[in-house]
């Protein structure tokens, strides 16, 4: 019997509002993203947004915008790390034009915990995977504010993706520090 991994969860089958946890205030995440680049804007947003359903694909947008190159996987999301040496794991650990950024929420949030969507599922850890690593895109158009999942290059700390879409109000909530190395 083949295993079972993320690739076989159908999102639209699953009550959400059952797989929540709360990220408390005051918790430090970090990201690290191009100089000059505000580390609370999404990544992407020129091919994708979290608001769309999943069939809008890449490729839908580059044919759309009469691209003729390749455009990002995009996803109109921002990801945070835990810490900072999961965050410059994430980037490849190629830091030159990049900024690392610690973001401090001022208050708690509530998002989508996929360790509670696999343990129902009957995933075992690690569910992420260098080759499974856009559980995110599952996300799309599901109105949820933020998701949590172990990260596929330290399976033993977190990212947290924000769907700005659906989670204006983040910034509000946040202080952001820029890290000088």
Aim: proline share 4%; glycine share 6%; net charge positive.
């Amino acid at each position: 019997m083949k295993k079972k991994t993320i690739d076989d969860i159908n999102i639209d089958t699953i009550d959400l509002s059952k797989h929540l946890v709360t990220v408390h205030c005051g918790t430090k995440l970090y990201r690290i993203v191009h100089k000059g680049t505000d580390p609370l804007i999404p990544t992407g947003r020129e091919s994708r947004f979290a608001s769309q359903p999943p069939q809008y694909s890449p490729e839908v947008y580059k044919k759309a915008l009469g691209m003729g190159t390749a455009i990002s996987v995009g996803t109109g999301t921002s990801c945070f790390c835990e810490s900072l040496a999961t965050a410059k794991l994430e980037v490849g650990g190629h830091l030159q034009d990049k900024q690392a950024y610690e973001i401090i929420l001022k208050s708690d949030i509530t998002i989508v915990d996929m360790d509670s969507i696999c343990r129902a599922e009957g995933i075992n850890k690690p569910y992420i995977t260098e080759e499974r690593t856009e559980i995110c895109h599952k996300f799309y158009g599901k109105k949820v504010k933020g998701l949590r999942y172990e990260s596929s290059k330290n399976t033993k700390e977190y990212n947290i993706v924000i769907f700005p879409d659906w989670f204006p109000e983040f910034k509000s909530i946040v202080e952001v520090k820029k890290i000088n190395e």
